[in-house]
């Protein structure tokens, strides 16, 4: 098996190859936006190109994450900003049960483009919940025993 370091040295390369194709993207859907007229070609190409962008950003934090210091979430930190963050998460269920009953009312009405765009905004929210939820996860995986 794999050391901890060849892992890690693996995981950089795999990060900065999948730079290079999020930067062929962010540029391909840049000269689709471009070359079409379509409203709708555009707010969907401009979607993934902000999406493909934040993954760079991502993606280099998960490679710094190996060349600095170890990243760390204690109890302390997430205490701080817990009120915002239950603030925020009602904000979030709050817009996922606006979108599913907007969803539920167009379902079968023949409005695609809607359905089609409402779809990509739930899909959002629920991400956004997840990632919410996943930094609790990772607090209590670093300090089991916190509260």
């Known amino acids: 098996s794999m050391t901890t370091k060849e892992l890690q040295t693996g995981l950089v390369e795999k990060m ?5 194709i999020e930067a062929a993207s962010v540029s391909s859907t840049q000269k689709i936006i471009e070359k079409s007229d379509n409203p709708l070609i555009k707010i ?30 204690t109890p302390e930190e997430m205490a701080v900003i817990e009120s915002s963050f239950a603030k925020h998460d009602e904000y979030e269920r709050k817009m996922i049960a606006f979108v599913e009953e ?35 996860k990772i607090q209590k995986g670093m300090y089991p025993y916190a509260s």
């Open 102 to 136: 907007a969803l539920g009312q167009i379902k079968g009405k023949k409005m695609l483009v809607q359905e089609y765009l409402l779809g990509y905004l739930l899909e959002d929210e629920r991400k956004h919940a997840r990632l919410l939820e996943g930094l609790g």
């Open 16 to 20: 900065k190859a999948w730079q290079e």
């Open 44 to 73: 969907a190409m401009e979607i993934i190109k902000r999406d493909s962008e934040m993954h760079s950003k991502v993606q280099d934090f998960i490679v710094g994450t190996f060349e600095r210091k170890a990243v760390s979430l």
